[in-house]
T-cell receptor, first 113, second 112 residues
C-alpha cells in the first residue's frame, strides 16, 4: 500500500470548516483513499473513502485531486466533538483491506471554542 | 446490533501470566483483525482472519496467538505476558466489499 503524509496537528475554530490534507504521491491507480478518526481512548471510526471522484456523506466530504496524489477531508461545520486524531490510509481493497489497514500517526485536529 | 464487543475493558497482568482477550461481532463480517496501540502511536496489526478457520500474521505477531473457530468470535491469546505488551488492544471487523472497518472499544492491558 502507498504511504501517506499528514501534518501532525491542526487547529480549527468551532463552526468553521476543517480541511485536513493528506499526501499520497505514490498511490497506484487501483488504490482507495480511506479516512478514519479516533476520539481519545476510543476505537477508530470509519469516516469516508474514495477512488477517483469526490465523495460526500453525512459526516464529511472527500476531495481527491485529479492526479490522485493528494486529498482533503472536509468537516463542513466543525464542533468540539470533532476533536480527534484523523488517519488518512491508502488501500487496494475496496472493503478496506482483507490483510489489514496500515495506520500512521495521523493528524491531531483540535477544535477551538 | 451490538457491533464489535471486546472484553475485558481493563486488565492488569503479572509478567509470565497468560490471558485471552475476547472479541465478538454480530454483523456477519468475514474479516476480523487485532491491533495494538501504544501511547502516542498509530495502530499496529497483530493478526487477522478472512474467515472461520483462517488466520494470518500481521506486522507484530510475536507473543500472541489467535483462533477463528466461528465467524463471530476472534480471541487473542497472550501466553507469557511481558511488559512490552502493555498497550491498548483493538479488535475490528469488516465484510468484503463493504465500507470500512468497525472497531471495538478496546482493552487496556498493563503488564507489571
Amino acid at each position: 500500500d502507498a504511504k501517506t503524509t499528514q501534518p501532525p496537528s491542526m487547529d480549527c475554530a468551532e463552526g468553521r470548516a476543517a480541511n485536513l490534507p493528506c499526501n499520497h504521491s505514490t498511490i497506484s491507480g487501483n488504490e482507495y483513499v480511506y479516512w478514519y478518526r479516533q476520539i481519545h481512548s476510543q476505537g477508530p471510526q470509519y469516516i469516508i473513502h474514495g477512488l477517483k471522484n469526490n465523495e460526500t456523506n453525512e459526516m464529511a466530504s472527500l476531495i481527491i485531486t485529479e492526479d490522485r496524489k493528494s486529498s482533503t477531508l472536509i468537516l463542513p461545520h466543525a464542533t468540539l466533538r470533532d476533536t480527534a486524531v484523523y488517519y488518512c490510509i491508502v488501500s487496494l481493497d475496496s472493503g478496506g483491506g482483507a490483510d489489514g489497514l496500515t495506520f500512521g500517526k495521523g493528524t491531531h485536529l483540535i477544535i477551538q471554542p | 446490533n451490538a457491533g464489535v464487543t471486546q472484553t475485558p475493558k481493563f486488565r492488569i497482568l503479572k509478567i509470565g501470566q497468560s490471558m485471552t482477550l475476547q472479541c465478538a461481532q454480530d454483523m456477519n463480517h468475514n474479516y476480523m483483525y487485532w491491533y495494538r496501540q501504544d501511547p502516542g502511536m498509530g495502530l499496529k496489526l497483530i493478526y487477522y482472519s478472512v474467515g472461520a478457520g483462517i488466520t494470518d500474521k500481521g506486522e507484530v505477531p510475536n507473543g500472541y496467538n489467535v483462533s477463528r473457530s466461528t465467524t463471530e468470535d476472534f480471541p487473542l491469546r497472550l501466553e507469557l505476558a511481558a511488559p512490552s505488551q502493555t498497550s491498548v488492544y483493538f479488535c475490528a471487523s469488516t465484510r468484503q466489499g463493504r465500507n470500512g472497518y468497525t472497531f471495538g472499544s478496546g482493552t487496556r492491558l498493563t503488564v507489571v
